[in-house]
């Protein structure tokens, strides 16, 4: 049994108007194949009640979150890293993510009714692109600044190299974890 502090939610128990598109779970990633068996996202529940609190934020502004990714384990990150062994796009699972430790969000942003709103580039774009600044339209660069502001406002923190990354501030002490998504399953 985990301890309590390695308890990990389904984050669509906490917003459930948010729109999966979980890219892992398909061939669509940097690796070529389906990574985890289905589309869900996961966080610690202190994560989940942060992510809850900018999804709150954005629904009063007629957006909805987009959620890409959450917790990945440990084995997935390896799986990512021989892909990509760029620690600029991928962390070293030597190190572990802070995705490995279930306090790293990968969202973006829709509309009301789900559809797309103009963003920097796609989700897992490897280049210059994924900045949010300054090579972005001006919608795209404002879509990213409420984002951000919705997702700092709640205790997030985000990084300069992808617009869609958030890190809960108070989770990247937690142990990296590798439990399977299969014991998961909401």
């Known amino acids: 049994m985990p301890r309590k502090s390695e308890e ?3 984050a669509l128990s906490f917003v459930p108007d948010a729109v999966l598109d979980v890219r892992y779970a ?3 990633n940097p690796a070529g194949r389906p990574l985890y068996p289905f589309a ?3 966080l610690k529940e202190g994560t989940a009640r942060k992510l809850a609190a900018a999804a709150g934020a954005l629904r009063a502004r007629g957006l909805r979150l987009v ?3 959450g917790y990945r384990p440990l084995s997935v990150q390896r799986a990512l890293w021989q892909a990509l062994p760029d620690p600029r796009f991928v962390a070293d699972p030597a190190r572990g993510s802070n995705h490995n430790r279930g306090c790293a969000v990968d969202a ?3 509309g009301a009714v789900g559809r797309p709103v103009e963003l920097p580039s796609d989700f897992d774009d490897f280049s210059r692109g994924a900045e949010p600044w ?3 339209s001006p919608a ?3 879509n990213v600044s409420v984002l951000r502001g919705a997702m700092r406002a709640a205790g997030f923190s985000p990084i300069a190299s992808e617009w869609w990354h958030f890190v809960d501030r ?3 002490a937690a142990p990296a974890l590798d439990r399977p998504f299969e014991s998961l399953r909401p």
């Open 8 to 10: 990990l939610v389904d």
């Open 26 to 28: 398909t061939a669509k």
């Open 40 to 42: 869900a996202v996961f």
């Open 67 to 69: 959620l890409f990714d």
């Open 108 to 110: 973006g942003l829709c």
């Open 134 to 136: 300054p090579h972005a």
């Open 140 to 142: 795209a660069r404002q």
């Open 170 to 172: 108070d989770g990247a």
